[in-house]
């Protein structure tokens, strides 16, 4: 019994010698293999148990499991070690110094697009607007009828329309169907709203205009509404938008549901009024159209024409980003380019 157990112990100094002079993984593997594997010394070692007395067979299969345990566990920290020093190499051959601290990771932020209608929210909240929603998807008698456009009325022609299969039911093609819901909630109460939002209009994609854009609709009604409140609402607007001292003008115009009606235009931001495609190379740039309520449609969203007036005005959300931020072509905002994003 002492002869096996001796030469037990003296495999496992060999083992664990020959171990510590493995250098890489695929050495411990082998060495593995050679002592503990299935044809392995200590396995070979371990059949003449069979030869022991029944006495001597518990005492020397014990320690015989002892010098495996130990084995094991020296083969375990010794790879450990190794795979240390490896990724300690392969940093070294990478030139890399784990000292150094770490790159900064790219955070997201607002899209320009957002950051535009935020701002302009919060400008014309100062102003004692509140903001209402209203939904994308309407019925023809809120995006059209109730604003004054009449079944065969031409203005419907400028507003390229999305249909859905259910009759009647299309996609906004502005924001100003929310005027009546509005209206409808709050009649006769006097309001102030804005109303931002999607809207979709079935256009050629171009350097000017999108099929998908963003718009934001303000409406103010009450007793004794002139013009000259939408004025000065408007340059107000302008300058805590643009700064002071932007050129401005008000141009007539025409829409069915505002009349008067009018365009406001500011010099070209992008081209300092020389001209550029943007602003068609006349050095302006039309950022909203406006003008006063009409009363069909004060009298179809519960106001009395009679007794109340008030003044209504869109305008793209994109447009205002564009000229905030010196970007030339409204494509851009919607190109999931990484470049642009970050850089507006």
Same mark, same amino acid.
């Given at each position: 019994?002492?002869? %096996?157990?001796?030469?037990?112990?003296?495999?496992?100094?060999?083992?664990?010698?020959?171990?510590?002079?493995?250098?890489?993984?695929?050495?411990?593997?082998?060495?593995?293999? /050679?002592?503990?594997?299935?044809?392995g *010394?200590?396995?070979?070692?371990?059949?003449?148990? &069979?030869?022991?007395?029944?006495?001597?067979?518990?005492? +020397?299969?014990?320690?015989?499991?002892?010098?495996?345990?130990a084995?094991?566990?020296?083969?375990?920290?010794?790879?450990?070690?190794?795979?240390?020093?490896?990724?300690?190499?392969?940093?070294?051959?990478? =030139? #890399?110094?784990?000292?150094?601290? @770490?790159r900064?990771?790219? +955070? =997201?932020?607002?899209?320009?697009?957002?950051?535009?209608?935020?701002?302009?929210?919060?400008?014309?909240?100062?102003? &004692?607007?509140?903001?209402?929603?209203?939904?994308?998807?309407?019925?023809?008698?809120?995006?059209f009828?109730?604003?004054?456009?009449?079944?065969?009325?031409?203005?419907?022609?400028?507003?390229?329309?999305?249909?859905?299969?259910?009759?009647?039911?299309?996609?906004?093609?502005?924001?100003?169907? @929310?005027?009546?819901?509005?209206?409808?909630?709050?009649?006769?109460?006097? #309001? *102030? +709203?804005?109303?931002?939002?999607?809207? $979709?209009?079935?256009?050629?994609?171009?350097?000017?205009?999108?099929?998908?854009?963003y718009?934001?609709?303000?409406?103010?009604?009450?007793?004794?509404?002139?013009?000259?409140?939408?004025?000065?609402?408007?340059?107000?607007?302008a300058?805590?938008? $643009?700064?002071? @001292?932007?050129? #401005?003008?008000?141009?007539?115009?025409?829409?069915?549901?505002?009349?008067?009606?009018?365009?406001? /235009?500011? /010099?070209?931001?992008?081209?300092?009024?020389? =001209?550029?495609? #943007?602003?068609?190379?006349?050095?302006?740039?039309?950022?909203?159209?406006?003008?006063?309520?009409?009363?069909?449609?004060?009298?179809?969203?519960?106001?009395?024409?009679?007794?109340?007036? @008030?003044?209504?005005?869109?305008?793209?959300i994109?447009?205002?980003?564009? %000229?905030?931020?010196?970007v030339? !072509?409204?494509?851009?905002?919607?190109?999931? !380019?990484?470049?642009?994003?970050?850089? +507006?």
């Amino acid at each position: 019994m002492s002869d %096996l157990i001796a030469q037990l112990e003296q495999l496992q100094v060999e083992a664990q010698a020959a171990l510590m002079a493995a250098q890489t993984t695929p050495e411990t593997e082998t060495w593995y293999t /050679d002592f503990l594997g299935r044809k392995g *010394r200590l396995t070979a070692m371990l059949r003449g148990l &069979g030869q022991l007395s029944k006495e001597e067979r518990p005492l +020397v299969g014990k320690r015989a499991n002892e010098i495996k345990e130990a084995l094991e566990a020296a083969l375990a920290a010794r790879q450990e070690a190794i795979a240390a020093d490896e990724m300690q190499r392969t940093l070294a051959a990478e =030139g #890399i110094d784990v000292t150094l601290p @770490g790159r900064r990771p790219q +955070v =997201g932020k607002l899209h320009p697009t957002n950051q535009a209608m935020r701002e302009m929210v919060e400008i014309l909240k100062q102003m &004692g607007f509140q903001v209402f929603d209203s939904p994308e998807v309407e019925t023809d008698a809120y995006n059209f009828e109730l604003l004054n456009f009449p079944p065969d009325h031409p203005a419907r022609e400028m507003q390229d329309t999305f249909f859905t299969t259910t009759p009647d039911v299309i996609l906004r093609t502005h924001t100003s169907p @929310g005027q009546l819901h509005a209206m409808r909630q709050y009649a006769p109460e006097p #309001i *102030r +709203v804005i109303l931002p939002g999607k809207c $979709y209009r079935n256009e050629d994609v171009t350097a000017r205009s999108e099929m998908m854009f963003y718009q934001i609709e303000g409406l103010a009604i009450g007793r004794n509404i002139t013009f000259s409140d939408l004025k000065g609402t408007l340059l107000n607007f302008a300058n805590q938008m $643009y700064g002071e @001292g932007r050129k #401005i003008r008000f141009r007539k115009s025409y829409f069915p549901f505002t009349e008067p009606s009018v365009e406001f /235009d500011v /010099d070209c931001i992008l081209c300092g009024g020389a =001209g550029c495609r #943007i602003c068609k190379h006349t050095g302006w740039l039309e950022i909203l159209g406006a003008g006063m309520v009409h009363p069909i449609v004060l009298k179809n969203g519960g106001y009395d024409p009679a007794v109340f007036s @008030g003044f209504a005005f869109g305008m793209g959300i994109e447009r205002q980003a564009m %000229l905030k931020r010196g970007v030339d !072509d409204i494509r851009l905002f919607y190109s999931n !380019d990484v470049r642009f994003l970050a850089r +507006v």
